[in-house]
């Protein structure tokens, strides 16, 4: 695979958040990343996302299939950018980004640090609730934590994108045997904590028409920033 020298720079002006998985991928996440001109993205079995330019050229998209190879999917944000001719939209719709505004944050005891040896579990309880991608190697993008109810895992939480002064929390689930106890609440506001204690800003992401975590985001005290669209797409070839 042939990558550029170098990529452009990022606009000064820019919200960190504007570009979230770029910045990652140029910054905290820097070795994870796959890049070809002005694409990147990162493996697959660490998470779905690629950063593509505002407006992609055709030989942006002729990147994004290089990396992704033939029939390989990738996640992205962006209102109106859609890919060319010959490609799946797998899934689209309408999210919400959404930032810390006075979240109580505070350590949970019952809380503990997931790793991966804990991985086929945290597989299976996102296979129950369906929180947003997590794949094998997920884990590795940074703190995931977990409660556990006679030693299964019952939920978890854990960081994601992580852009310069921010990280973002994902994977947000609890088994639907033990919803209505506040376990998510707590592991969300554990979390935060935690990237609290560096320093950093929480903020996350979820469909908009997910309206009852919206709300539970909003109580916690997240607000909303920005309105995007979460697109999936597939490449041609497969």
């Given at each position: 695979?042939?990558?550029?020298?170098?990529?452009?720079?990022?606009?000064?002006t820019?919200?960190?958040?504007?570009?979230?998985?770029?910045l990652s991928?140029?910054?905290?996440?820097?070795h994870?990343?796959?890049?070809?001109?002005?694409?990147?993205?990162y493996p697959?079995?660490?998470?779905?996302?690629a950063?593509?330019?505002?407006d992609?050229?055709?030989?942006?998209?002729?990147d994004?299939?290089?990396?992704?190879g033939?029939?390989?999917?990738v996640a992205?944000?962006?209102d109106g950018v859609?890919?060319p001719?010959?490609w799946?939209?797998?899934?689209?719709?309408?999210?919400?980004?959404?930032?810390?505004?006075?979240?109580?944050?505070?350590?949970?005891?019952?809380?503990?640090?997931?790793?991966?040896?804990?991985?086929?579990?945290m597989?299976?309880l996102v296979?129950?609730?369906?929180?947003g991608?997590f794949?094998p190697?997920?884990?590795?993008?940074?703190?995931?934590l977990?409660?556990?109810?006679?030693?299964?895992?019952?939920a978890?939480?854990g960081?994601?994108?992580?852009?310069?002064?921010w990280?973002?929390?994902?994977?947000?689930?609890?088994?639907?045997?033990?919803?209505?106890?506040g376990?998510?609440?707590?592991?969300?506001?554990?979390?935060?904590?935690?990237?609290?204690?560096?320093?950093?800003?929480?903020?996350?992401?979820?469909?908009?028409?997910?309206?009852?975590?919206?709300?539970?985001?909003?109580?916690?005290?997240f607000?909303?920033?920005r309105?995007?669209?979460?697109?999936f797409v597939?490449?041609?070839?497969?």
């Open positions: 695979m042939t990558t550029a020298a170098a990529l452009p720079s990022a606009d000064a820019a919200h960190p958040l504007d570009d979230a998985t770029r991928l140029t910054g905290a996440h820097a994870f990343a796959e890049r070809r001109g002005d694409v990147l993205r697959p079995d660490v998470a779905s996302f950063a593509l330019p505002p992609p050229a055709e030989s942006d998209w002729a994004v299939a290089a990396l992704a033939p029939g390989g999917q992205y944000t962006g859609l890919p001719d010959g799946e939209v797998v899934a689209r719709g309408p999210g919400v980004q959404m930032v810390d505004d006075g979240v109580a944050a505070a350590p949970d005891p019952e809380a503990v640090r997931l790793t991966a040896a804990d991985v086929p579990e597989l299976a296979g129950l609730t369906s929180p991608p794949l190697r997920t884990v590795e993008l940074g703190v995931y977990g409660i556990r109810h006679r030693g299964e895992l019952v978890m939480a960081e994601r994108l992580h852009p310069p002064g990280t973002e929390i994902s994977a947000v689930c609890t088994h639907p045997a033990h919803r209505g106890q376990l998510a609440t707590r592991l969300v506001l554990a979390v935060a904590a935690g990237i609290r204690a560096r320093g950093e800003t929480p903020f996350l992401h979820a469909a908009a028409s997910n309206t009852n975590a919206i709300s539970l985001y909003e109580r916690l005290g607000r909303l920033r309105t995007t669209t979460f697109q597939r490449a041609p070839g497969g």
